[in-house]
Nanobody, 119 residues
Framework: VQLQASGGGLVQAGGSLRLSCTASGKISRIDRMGWYRQAPGKQRELVADITYSGIKKYGDFVKGRFTISRDNAKNTGYLQMDSLKKEDTAIYYC??????????????WGQGTLVTVSS
């Protein structure tokens, strides 16, 4: 089972980006999906996560600017980022707790996607 993140790029302050994270392989269920970010010289921090049933949690800095969602049929999670600020510049990582075909759970990380916000 693998996680593949995509959607990062360069955007001007105030702009938007949509990140995607798709799990592939023999999956029974993805329990929780989340997004973290790590800026240069800083610790990795939670951006948002979402449970299988759709309960969402956001980092305090999000302040209504980002929306996490998921499509369980596609094994894909999304992070819609609006009103981006320069301080949102970071590598964004998706993670997920996945039950494989044998119902064994694994915590996986995607490879990271770079988001750069210019002023």
């Amino acid at each position: 089972v693998q996680l593949q993140a995509s959607g990062g790029g360069l955007v001007q302050a105030g702009g938007s980006l949509r990140l995607s994270c798709t799990a592939s392989g023999k999956i029974s269920r993805i329990d929780r999906m989340g997004w973290y970010r790590q800026a240069p010289g800083k610790q990795r921090e939670l951006v948002a996560d979402i449970t299988y049933s759709g309960i969402k949690k956001y980092g305090d800095f999000v302040k209504g600017r980002f929306t996490i969602s998921r499509d369980n049929a596609k094994n894909t999670g999304y992070l819609q980022m609006d009103s981006l600020k320069k301080e949102d510049t970071a590598i964004y990582y998706c993670d997920a707790y996945i039950l494989n075909e044998f119902l064994r759970g694994d915590h996986l990380w995607g490879q990271g996607t770079l988001v750069t916000v210019s002023s």
